[in-house]
């Protein structure tokens, strides 16, 4: 019996054209998890109609305190359905994509309930109201300069300024809760993120005038943050076979647009937001300083190549590709801006930017272990720096 057991792994491995080298999805074990997803996105589906149904027959007056406290019950009874079939699915059958999907419910239904406790607590705890503003008094001093922020805070209490962070730690609450009950590895990519957002959140409340001012180099903060956090959780599990290798999956994957766009603002913009900025934001918009027809375009969409290129190197280095797949909507619309300073047709500039972006993915991606393994060569196949930085195996192409 156990040669026969031993005989038929030996054929599904096999079978399998999986390498040791090659990323095992995060967000899918087989078909069976598309099959269960489609049933969940129903199910949620026709929850979401249900609760639209009831609030419609309690003939509450719409927006008052009963309605909205209705509207909060029917959500929060929401919120317990997805955390048992969480149990159930993720908790009990480890199946990754209904978790996402339901990761993603349950934190959103449990962010609105706790923001909407909060503001209800602002309304009928702190006193806050309309008429809170009714003694307005305009600052002195014109412009956005820190005199006057902080002449406008000094007439908001700390109850109405703490929003933000109650609204950050809204949201960092469930995902914490999904992800140390259930170690769904998109849950721990999403309390990374969380942690991050309510750091920048914490400090825009105490000092908003030094977070809009310093906001490029504070994204580039958050980005590296992200990346860093992910190559710590790689370093634990070089073989890439636990849970802590899902979640460095989608840290890089959440930090790579992230680090990418606050580079680029950085590029156009510099490392501070100076008056002439705030005076006319449209000249923050990447997407409009990318689309317009100028030296400034191409410029950016040059930088955007080289940060991809350099994603794409730390990519190889430590055995990652989400932090290239994250960069490919960016490389193309890079791609098309420098084709398209050469004067072709519009489907000529798509036809080119599709074949350059898909002619390099194909590369790289049959050249992948061949290219890390010349990367690598310095690099010691045992000791810290091989648990960031994989070795490529003797018997892999």
Same mark, same amino acid.
């Given at each position: #019996?156990?040669?026969?057991?031993?005989?038929?792994?030996?054929?599904?491995?096999?079978?399998?054209?999986?390498?040791?080298?090659?990323?095992?999805?995060?967000?899918? @074990?087989?078909?069976?998890?598309?099959? %269960?997803?489609?049933?969940?996105?129903?199910?949620?589906?026709?929850?979401?109609?249900?609760?639209?149904? $009831? =609030?419609?027959?309690?003939?509450?007056?719409?927006?008052?305190?009963?309605?909205?406290?209705?509207?909060?019950?029917?959500?929060?009874?929401? /919120? =317990?359905?997805?955390?048992?079939?969480?149990?159930?699915?993720? &908790?009990?059958?480890?199946? $990754?994509?209904?978790? $996402?999907?339901?990761?993603?419910?349950? +934190?959103?239904? %449990?962010?609105?309930?706790?923001?909407?406790?909060?503001?209800?607590?602002?309304?009928?705890?702190?006193?806050? &109201?309309?008429? =809170?503003?009714?003694?307005?008094?305009?600052?002195?001093?014109?412009?956005?300069?820190?005199?006057?922020?902080?002449?406008?805070?000094?007439?908001?209490?700390?109850?109405?300024?703490?929003?933000?962070?109650? *609204? &950050?730690?809204?949201?960092?609450?469930?995902?914490?809760?999904?992800?140390? +009950?259930?170690?769904?590895?998109? !849950?721990?990519?999403?309390?990374?993120?969380?942690?991050?957002?309510?750091?920048?959140?914490?400090?825009?409340?105490?000092?908003?005038?030094?977070?809009?001012?310093?906001?490029?180099?504070?994204?580039? /903060?958050?980005?590296?943050?992200?990346?860093?956090?992910?190559?710590?959780?790689?370093?634990?599990?070089?073989?890439?076979?636990?849970?802590?290798?899902?979640?460095?999956?989608?840290?890089?994957?959440?930090?790579?647009?992230?680090?990418? #766009?606050?580079?680029?603002?950085?590029?156009?913009?510099?490392? %501070?937001?100076?008056?002439?900025?705030?005076?006319?934001?449209?000249? #923050?918009?990447?997407?409009?300083?990318?689309?317009?027809?100028?030296?400034?375009? !191409?410029?950016? !969409?040059?930088?955007?190549?080289?940060?991809?290129?350099?994603?794409?190197?730390? +990519?190889?280095?430590?055995?990652?590709?989400?932090?290239?797949?994250?960069?490919?909507?960016?490389? &193309?619309?890079?791609?098309?801006?420098?084709?398209?300073?050469?004067?072709?047709? !519009?489907?000529?500039?798509?036809?080119? %930017?599709?074949?350059?972006?898909?002619?390099?993915?194909?590369?790289?991606?049959? *050249?992948? @272990?061949?290219?890390?393994?010349?990367?690598?060569?310095?690099?010691?196949? /045992?000791?810290?720096?091989?648990?960031?930085?994989?070795?490529?195996?003797?018997?892999?192409?």
């Amino acid at each position: #019996m156990s040669e026969t057991l031993n005989e038929n792994a030996a054929d599904v491995a096999s079978a399998s054209s999986a390498r040791p080298s090659d990323e095992m999805l995060p967000f899918l @074990n087989n078909f069976h998890d598309i099959f %269960t997803t489609i049933g969940v996105v129903i199910l949620l589906g026709g929850l979401m109609i249900g609760t639209a149904q $009831i =609030m419609s027959g309690l003939g509450l007056e719409e927006g008052s305190l009963r309605w909205q406290m209705a509207l909060m019950g029917l959500i929060a009874g929401f /919120a =317990m359905i997805v955390w048992f079939l969480s149990a159930l699915l993720v &908790g009990h059958q480890r199946r $990754i994509l209904p978790g $996402i999907v339901l990761c993603g419910a349950f +934190s959103a239904a %449990t962010t609105v309930i706790l923001v909407w406790a909060y503001i209800q607590f602002l309304i009928h705890g702190a006193g806050i &109201g309309e008429d =809170m503003f009714a003694n307005f008094v305009e600052p002195e001093s014109d412009g956005i300069t820190r005199d006057a922020i902080s002449s406008v805070l000094a007439q908001i209490p700390w109850s109405l300024r703490l929003l933000p962070v109650v *609204a &950050g730690l809204a949201a960092l609450i469930p995902v914490s809760m999904y992800y140390f +009950s259930f170690r769904l590895p998109f !849950a721990g990519g999403l309390v990374g993120v969380a942690l991050a957002v309510l750091a920048s959140l914490a400090l825009l409340t105490i000092d908003p005038y030094t977070a809009g001012v310093y906001a490029p180099a504070i994204n580039v /903060a958050i980005g590296g943050a992200l990346l860093l956090a992910g190559i710590i959780f790689d370093a634990r599990d070089p073989g890439r076979s636990t849970r802590l290798s899902g979640t460095a999956f989608w840290l890089h994957f959440f930090a790579a647009p992230i680090l990418l #766009m606050a580079v680029l603002n950085v590029v156009q913009i510099g490392w %501070t937001f100076d008056e002439a900025d705030f005076a006319n934001p449209e000249q #923050m918009n990447l997407l409009l300083a990318m689309g317009a027809d100028n030296d400034n375009a !191409a410029q950016l !969409a040059v930088v955007a190549l080289i940060v991809i290129a350099l994603f794409a190197l730390v +990519s190889l280095l430590i055995n990652r590709r989400a932090l290239i797949v994250s960069g490919l909507l960016t490389a &193309g619309i890079s791609i098309g801006v420098i084709v398209s300073g050469s004067g072709l047709g !519009a489907g000529a500039v798509i036809a080119v %930017t599709l074949l350059l972006l898909g002619g390099v993915v194909v590369l790289l991606g049959a *050249a992948w @272990n061949p290219v890390r393994r010349i990367l690598l060569a310095p690099v010691p196949d /045992a000791g810290p720096m091989a648990r960031i930085f994989p070795p490529v195996s003797a018997a892999e192409g």
